[in-house]
């Protein structure tokens, strides 16, 4: 083999290694929402515990929301992922930005809804906005806020009232 034959297949195997730890670091965990379908990329999830220790898994708060409201469950805990960290914190003492100019789960899909000439004309529903995302304090959610926008809110103020 050549000296450029080997720089070339060098440079091959670095292209490949780079896409795949690309596509790794990007690719949504294989946690599919009870509530729209979507998987979930990791600092959004939102779990349900129902009794017995069953989990159902959401995308994010607001389709935890949908999912509370729309079924008969009997909810023993829940938990969100901390959108600045990943990780899992109770859901009822979260901090919550609504509102934002962060959509992660619109990103999720294949994107918007086409129109036969290739055009997002076609207005369609989005379970998931406008986007809820979690924090740990009010901080960190106030941080978001000064970058990105939204309201501050409250878990008590995005889930349905009970009976």
């Keep these: 083999m050549s000296a450029r034959a080997a720089i ?6 670095m292209v490949a290694a780079l896409a795949l730890a690309a596509a790794s670091s990007c690719s949504p965990e294989p946690v599919s929402c009870a509530m729209c379908g979507r998987h979930d990329c990791g600092n959004m999830t939102f779990t349900l515990v129902r009794e017995g ?3 159902v898994p959401t ?3 607001r389709c935890g929301a949908h999912t509370i ?4 469950l009997k909810i023993v805990d829940l938990r969100v992922r901390d959108f600045e960290t990943a990780g899992e914190i109770d859901a009822a003492s979260a901090v919550y930005v609504e509102g934002s100019d962060v959509h992660p789960c ?4 294949a994107g918007p809804v086409r129109d036969p000439h290739g055009r997002c004309a ?7 906005e406008p986007s809820v995302l979690a924090f740990r304090d009010e901080p960190a959610a106030r941080r978001f806020i000064a970058l990105h926008g ?6 008590q103020r995005i ?3 009970p009976g």
């Design 106 to 109: 619109r990103g999720i899909d």
């Design 122 to 128: 076609i207005p369609s529903f989005d379970r998931c």
């Design 53 to 55: 220790g069953t989990e």
């Design 159 to 161: 889930a349905p009232s």
């Design 59 to 61: 995308c994010c708060a």
């Design 8 to 13: 070339s297949s060098r440079a091959w195997i």
């Design 69 to 72: 409201s729309q079924a008969e």
């Design 150 to 155: 939204g309201t501050l809110t409250t878990w």
